[in-house]
């Protein structure tokens, strides 16, 4: 997939996503909760992450004017987002303001960052904004300095397990949303041929069975080969990868139940052995099934 239809499905879903209610939800109580800004940022977007947010920093709005030290912000941006594609990822701009991104990953595919930051890990002093005015002035950056000072002692301090904590919280809400994603790319049918929606259905229905592409195209009335054309067209992945997603589901839903064994979960989800089991669950959830239950059971204990 090029990089281009990547930028495009992750701009597509990071705008599903904040339409549902547990993004909206955990978005007001992030910010209700730790004062600092919050985005679900698509890969590859251009615009300076926390510009506009109701708790922007002011000491990085004012910098946010200029367009030296707007250049900056977008050089560190760019950082922490190449840094983190695999895990999280916490940078200090030349000002000492801490900025981190989480990865939203569905299995193998980065499809988004959470982010946050804008805050000092130490209580502002002289000394650094003096350093920091140095650096603004090599920028030659027309910013009001007194203004600047003013809003940079005002910035959020927190102790690094004070922060530590919370971009913790934020790893946690990147697995809801990743299964979040899972869903809505198993779910999603906009304005697809009846024949796809017809085959969705079947899917869905039979997924328990030893179930072949021919056995789906005949189902809709097509040629296998006109078939797999047509619904990696309209679904964005290959029948074989939407059928492991629709038993991963299942499986992720029969797992609520505390007393159902893995293995007896697989196999009723139409799983042919443990061994395949485990290698798709681990590609689609991005971990082992053994770790997705224990998280799951002590989030809900």
């Given at each position: 997939m090029s990089s281009e239809t990547t930028a495009?499905?992750?701009r597509v879903l990071v705008e599903q996503l904040k339409r549902s209610q547990i993004y909206r939800d955990y978005e007001q109580a992030f910010r209700d909760t730790t004062g600092l800004p919050f985005r679900l940022r698509a890969v590859e977007a251009f615009d300076l992450t926390h510009r506009g947010d109701p708790n922007e920093n002011p000491f990085c709005a004012l910098m946010s004017t200029s367009n030296q030290s707007c250049s900056a912000c977008l050089m560190l941006q760019k950082r922490v987002e190449e840094e983190a594609r695999l895990e999280p990822k916490t940078l200090k701009c030349f000002a000492g303001m801490c900025d981190s991104a989480v990865p939203v990953r569905v299995g193998e595919?980065?499809?988004?960052?959470l982010q946050t930051g804008q805050v000092l890990l130490h209580k502002p002093s002289a000394a650094q904004f003096a350093r920091t005015t140095r650096e603004?002035?090599?920028?030659?950056?027309?910013?009001d300095l007194k203004k600047l000072?003013?809003?940079?002692?005002?910035?959020?301090?927190?102790?690094?397990?004070?922060?530590?904590?919370?971009?913790?919280?934020?790893?946690?809400?990147?697995?809801?949303?990743?299964?979040?994603?899972?869903?809505?790319?198993?779910?999603?049918?906009n304005a697809e041929a009846p024949s796809i929606n017809r085959a969705r259905a079947f899917i869905t229905e039979r997924h328990a069975d030893d179930l072949s592409l021919g056995d789906v195209a005949k189902a809709v009335n097509m040629s296998a080969f006109y078939f797999c054309k047509m619904f990696k067209q309209a679904t964005g992945v290959t029948f074989t990868e939407y059928l492991a997603r629709v038993?991963?589901?299942k499986v992720k839903n029969l797992m609520l139940n505390p007393?159902?064994?893995?293995?007896?979960?697989?196999?009723?989800a139409g799983f042919q052995s443990l061994s395949q089991f485990n290698r798709v669950f681990r590609k689609i959830a991005g971990e082992a099934p053994t770790?997705?239950?224990?998280?799951?059971?002590a989030v809900a204990v």
């Open positions: 495009q499905t992750s595919n980065l499809i988004a960052f603004i002035l090599k920028f030659g950056a027309a910013v000072e003013e809003a940079y002692f005002q910035s959020r301090v927190l102790t690094a397990k004070q922060y530590e904590a919370i971009v913790r919280l934020l790893e946690i809400f990147a697995q809801h949303l990743a299964s979040l994603s899972n869903q809505l790319s198993v779910r999603e049918a038993r991963v589901e007393h159902k064994r893995i293995s007896e979960a697989a196999f009723e770790i997705y239950r224990e998280r799951l059971h």
